[in-house]
């Protein structure tokens, strides 16, 4: 069974930021490389939503509310999955979660991010 888990939320004031983790327990014979993966987001009273993806090879996709402020990224070192987020602004406060784009694996916790004004 995999187990997604989610780091590096927290708060922060409106323009700044957070980079937040995404590893991976549980799955011994595939690193994330070989999934196309993505962070998803779920603000309160609303639906868990697609933030951004990153494709198995190259290429990334983004929400347009989080464009050319959020970057997806891997860490193939750490076998995990990054999101930078700068120029926060509070319709960021939400939980984030990753996983891979098909929604594969069991979700996770999620990680609390609160921005305020």
């Known amino acids: 069974q995999v187990q997604l888990v989610e780091s590096g939320g927290g708060m922060a004031q409106a323009g700044g930021s957070l980079r937040l983790s995404c590893a991976a327990s549980g799955y011994v014979l595939t690193s994330f490389s070989s999934f196309a993966m993505g962070w998803f987001r779920q603000a309160p009273g609303k639906e868990r939503a697609f933030v951004a993806g990153i494709l198995s090879a190259t290429g990334t996709n983004y929400d347009d509310s989080v464009k050319d402020r959020f970057t997806i990224s891997r860490d193939y070192s750490k076998n995990t999955l990054l999101l930078q987020m700068n120029n926060l602004g509070p319709e960021d406060t939400a939980v984030y979660y990753c996983?891979?784009?098909?929604?594969?694996?069991?979700w996770g916790q999620g990680t609390q991010v609160t921005v305020s004004s």
């Open positions: 996983n891979t784009l098909s929604e594969m694996f069991p």
